[in-house]
Structure formats: structure tokens, C-alpha cells
């Protein structure tokens, strides 16, 4: 089978490389400008071209039976808007459309994120029924990456295979480049405070591991939350302190300090050249304990997930970089 990885040099991507590598036919694409990673010259051969480009991307589509598209920007600022209505929204856009083009258009696994869900007032879990609520402010990333869905939606209705996973907060190796290395350095950037909700993570190599699942096991027309645990922030932070040697947040963002944080987001959001990893919504966000349900994944995936602290005891090992073992 030809398959072709989109968002092959971000960090999904790289590790599907390594997880998928001589199980099938392997195309791997990037963009003209940007290098192969180091290390994954020859997992896959790879083709250049552009998902917001169309001709260059129908030629990579040229003879593919499958699309793993781990492509997307991630960022929780409401400046990066733009650009995340361009990557998220109307790649996707181009992507299906360049699909439909197809004589035998390819089967489409699209991985999105547990932000397209949404969340309403109240909710304490969500499942895979969840509709988004169009009355509820939400980040501009959970809303790029809500509407980049729908496109895929519109594809399968005009005929495509398809399949959205949507995981929720990825977990990676310490040290290397990706989202999550952002979250790793949270104990040093915020060492006073924690959030008072909480946050659902999953292991990168279970998530490469069940899409491998899904690629042997297809479920076209179906939608999977991958979750492999719900914690506090204050004992995930706390977890991440520990690995990084340094005290644990002692107080709750809440009342005051909350307040002030929210009025220096809108105050901030005045001067765009004050770069911001958080707006107002990213605030209110992290309010909330909301667990994202992962039964029907369990009833369909045979294995278990890895926790939180088996998760942190490999993403910290001085070996575990690049590995998906």
C-alpha cells in the first residue's frame, strides 16, 4: 500500500515514520524550503510539495491508496489566528479537495485534536457525540482546528474514506523540538502558580501505535478520542517539577492573580507586537476539569495506554529521544 505522510518533519509525523517504516510503501512530504530531518533520511522517500499549494500537492497525491494527515500549526495565541486559519482551515480545505480531484481518490485518516470538540458551560466530560457549541467563545487554534474537521466531514460526504482522530494533549520526548517541549518548560516559566482545571495527555508512541492499529483495522466514517489519562494541572505540573528538579507550583491561579492575568491578556492584545503563548480564552480554558472520555477507543483499541508517570519516565530518559520503543 502507498502512503503518504503529510506533516512528515513535525514532531506526529516523525514519529509515525519510525512506527509505520516497513509496513507499507512509505512517501513522506515537505515543503521545497525545509530540510529532512537528521535521521529519517531513508525511512521514507520523500516528496516535496505544499499543502496550501494544489498542483504541487495533487502530484504527491499521484498514485496513494492512503493520507495520514499530521500536518497543522499549534499555538493558543489569538495573534496567531492568520496563520492558523491558513495551515489548519484551508489546508485541510485543499487537502480534500485535492482528494475529490483524484480518479481513485486516497483514504484519508485525518489527525485533529480534542480542541475541535469544544466544551460548554458545566460539561465535566465529552465524548465523541459532542457538537460544537457556535454560542461559547473558544481559542482561535480549538476553532481552527473545529473547522478544519468540517471540511474533512465534507469530503467523506462527497464520497471519501475517512477517519478523525482526535487526540488530546501529546506527550513527547524531553528535548525534542515540538509542542511538547513547550510544556515541559511550564515549571521554569510559571514557578509560583497552577491552573485550577485540568488536562488529558496521551503518550506519543500510543497514539502512533493505535493509528497504526487504524490503518491495519479501518473504521471509515468514525471519529476516536485518544486520551490516555485526565489529571489536575496542580499534580501534573507537580509531576513535571519533580522531572525537572525544581518546586511544584504551591498556589491556584484563582480570584486576584486571575483576574490580573486576564486584564493583562486584554491589555497586551492592544500591541501587536507583544508576543503572547496565551489569551484570554487559553485562561478561562485552563479553569476547567473537563475529562475527555476514551471508551469507544478502549472498546476497539486491544491494548492499554501508558499514564502519566509512565509517560514522563521514558519522555526523561537520556535514550528516549527519537525513540518509539
Known amino acids: 500500500m502507498n502512503l503518504l505522510v503529510i506533516g512528515a518533519t513535525g514532531l506526529v509525523g516523525r514519529h509515525l515514520l519510525r512506527t509505520l517504516q516497513g509496513t507499507c510503501t512509505l512517501f513522506a512530504l515537505k515543503r521545497p524550503q525545509t530540510p529532512i530531518p537528521a535521521g529519517y533520511e531513508k525511512l521514507a522517500t520523500w516528496v516535496e510539495g505544499d499543502l496550501l499549494d494544489s498542483f504541487s500537492l495533487e ?52 489527525i485533529s485534536s480534542v480542541a475541535a470538540l469544544g466544551v460548554s ?7 465523541e457525540t459532542q457538537k460544537w457549541d457556535h454560542t461559547q467563545p473558544h481559542t482561535a487554534y480549538a476553532d481552527s482546528k473545529y473547522r478544519g474537521e468540517v471540511e474533512v466531514w465534507r469530503g467523506g460526504q462527497e464520497g471519501l474514506d475517512v477517519l478523525v482522530l482526535n487526540p488530546s494533549l501529546i506527550l513527547a520526548p524531553f528535548g525534542e523540538p515540538g509542542p511538547s517541549q513547550e510544556i ?28 497504526a492499529y487504524f490503518i491495519a483495522e479501518p473504521q471509515w466514517g468514525e471519529r476516536f478520542i485518544l486520551n490516555g489519562g485526565h489529571y489536575p494541572y496542580k499534580d501534573f505540573l507537580a509531576a513535571l517539577a519533580r522531572k525537572r528538579q525544581v518546586p511544584a507550583p504551591k498556589k491556584p491561579l484563582k480570584g486576584l492573580p486571575l483576574q490580573a492575568a486576564l486584564a493583562t491578556a486584554k491589555i497586551l492584545r492592544l500591541f501587536p507586537f507583544i508576543r503572547l503563548s496565551w489569551d484570554e480564552n487559553t485562561l478561562k480554558s485552563a479553569k476547567r476539569s473537563v475529562w475527555m472520555k476514551n471508551d469507544k477507543l478502549k472498546k476497539t483499541y486491544p491494548h492499554p495506554l501508558r499514564t502519566l508517570e509512565e509517560t514522563l519516565n521514558w519522555a526523561f530518559a537520556n535514550d528516549s529521544v527519537g525513540k518509539n520503543v
Do not use: W
Open 59 to 110: 502530484k504527491a497525491l499521484e498514485n496513494m491508496e492512503l493520507v495520514l494527515n499530521a500536518s497543522g500549526k499549534v499555538s493558543f495565541s489569538a495573534q496567531d489566528a492568520p496563520l492558523l486559519e491558513e495551515v489548519n482551515i484551508r489546508g485541510v480545505e485543499i487537502l480534500v479537495n485535492s482528494l475529490l480531484a483524484m480518479e481513485k481518490p486516497a483514504k484519508l485518516i485525518h
Open 121 to 127: 458551560p458545566g460539561q465535566d466530560s465529552i465524548d
Open 184 to 211: 515541559y518548560e511550564l515549571p521554569l516559566k510559571s514557578p509560583t502558580y497552577y491552573p485550577t482545571g485540568s488536562v488529558n495527555i496521551i503518550d506519543i508512541r500510543d497514539l502512533c501505535a493505535i493509528i
